[in-house]
């Protein structure tokens, strides 16, 4: 699975914010039926400064980051003044924010990940960002085309993006090599036959997270996806599942849960799997939990065509800000050269387009990455996203780990009829 702080939301979440919402004199929860027309900034309604909260959750380095730029943002936006709020994590944050929302004391925008973003867009929990940035004159042809889309919903923009890279696939090179190995696989059978040739007593070829995350990316590769809930139990998305399965029957595959460990990224690297699907974030966890460890990083092997997650950070401005437009531009503002710089550095690839390139200069090793961009897609979790995720997993670890009878057609079937 990814690292803990990147997206978690409480079972009861989207029913706390419907009434949240509502409290606060939300009308209406569905997207891209938002009526309320965007506030005047305070600065050009009134000529005071406007106070503009962010909150976030993240690292120490994220945190001195943003205020660096909050520190500066009066040389773009003189009459804004920016304040960070850092949250402890992503539970907390998603805890906290529906008593913030009712006491009037949220934050005017926030950064979170694209992987949970459309269930809060469907509850109403997010504004509109087209006409604010007509308005703030926010130039958002300076993004990809790629990041601007997975922050869209029924054509109409939501977020700001930050951020944006494709998964990735990971390979431990001292046992690549130890194994007599040539060059990296590109599909899946390649995979499994380099599994085998992995395996031993104490290390399994492959770790696969019975984990959404990286369930999607074994579908992507086989043109499969969820498609909001429209296509669960899609014969690609069968095909894909099947792939997963085989692994596991060969005895090539394990699951960190089965390990005792937390997520696919300990079981990497305490060298008790040679290959696993994972993200950008192993370059900062690697470089502490196993320094000396050499890791190859490629695109998401094919099943029968090229694909993988669109994982994009991105700014999305609450429906209920007290001053949407002004909280629109320091949100955009977050994604000036200097900020996006410091974030590349980091392992952030930007989602500006002129920067792009560079970053791919600074992280050479996610260079292999680079043609991936192009065939990532957004996740597509059903609107519903943390019951479908629970189900998916309660269904794949009885059948992977419990010992359930059960193809991957039938459980696609199970979960499909759930979400009609």
């Known amino acids: 699975m990814k690292k803990k702080w990147k997206y978690s939301a409480p079972l009861l979440l989207a029913l706390c914010l419907a009434l949240v919402l509502t409290a606060c004199g939300g009308k209406n929860n569905n997207a891209g039926t938002d009526n309320a027309q965007p506030s005047a900034s305070a600065s050009a309604a009134t000529g005071q400064k406007a106070t503009i909260t962010m909150g976030f959750w993240g690292t120490a380095q994220d945190l001195k980051t943003y205020q660096t730029a909050a520190d500066n943002i009066s040389k773009t936006y003189p009459n804004i003044t920016l304040k960070i709020k850092q949250y402890p994590s992503s539970d907390q944050f998603w805890n906290q924010l529906p008593g913030e929302i009712a006491a009037g004391v949220a934050p005017d925008f926030i950064k979170l990940s694209n992987e949970g973003s459309y269930e809060y867009i469907q509850k109403g929990m997010f504004a509109q960002l087209d006409d604010l940035a007509t308005q703030g004159k926010l130039d958002m042809s300076r993004f990809t085309q790629t990041s601007l889309d997975v922050w869209k919903v029924d054509g109409k923009q939501y977020g700001i993006p930050n951020s944006v890279m494709p998964g ?40 696969i997270n019975i984990d959404p995350f990286h369930i999607t990316n074994y579908i992507k590769t086989y043109g499969g996806g969820w498609n909001y809930g429209k296509s669960i139990n899609s014969p690609e998305n069968v095909k894909a599942l099947q792939t997963i399965f085989d692994m596991y029957s060969a005895g090539v595959a394990v699951t960190p849960k089965s390990l005792g460990y937390g997520w696919d990224g300990e079981v990497f690297a305490n060298g008790k799997a040679a290959m696993s699907t994972g993200g950008y974030w192993y370059k900062s966890f690697l470089k502490d939990a196993a320094p000396n460890l050499k890791y190859a990083a490629i695109p998401v092997p094919k099943g029968t065509t090229e ?63 680079e043609p991936a961009l192009k065939t990532a897609t957004d996740f597509a979790y059903p609107s519903e996203t943390k019951k479908f995720k629970d189900e998916l997993v309660t269904q794949l670890e009885n059948t992977l780990l419990g010992g359930a009878k059960q193809t991957p057609q039938q459980i696609l079937d199970t979960i499909q009829a759930e979400f009609k």
Request: without cysteine.
């Open 307 to 369: 694909g993988s997650t669109m994982i994009s950070d991105g700014y999305v401005v609450l429906k209920d800000a007290k001053d949407k437009l002004a909280a629109a531009q320091a949100a955009y503002y977050m994604t000036n050269d200097a900020t996006q710089t410091e974030f590349m550095q980091n392992g952030l690839n930007s989602a500006v387009a002129t920067l792009s390139p560079k970053y791919f200069e600074m992280n050479p090793e996610f260079k292999a990455l």
């Open 168 to 207: 990735m696939f990971f390979i431990n090179e001292d046992m690549w090599k130890k194994a007599g190995l040539g060059a990296y696989p590109t599909t899946w059978d390649e995979v499994k036959a380099a599994a085998q040739k992995l395996t031993t007593k104490d290390v399994k070829g492959i770790v």
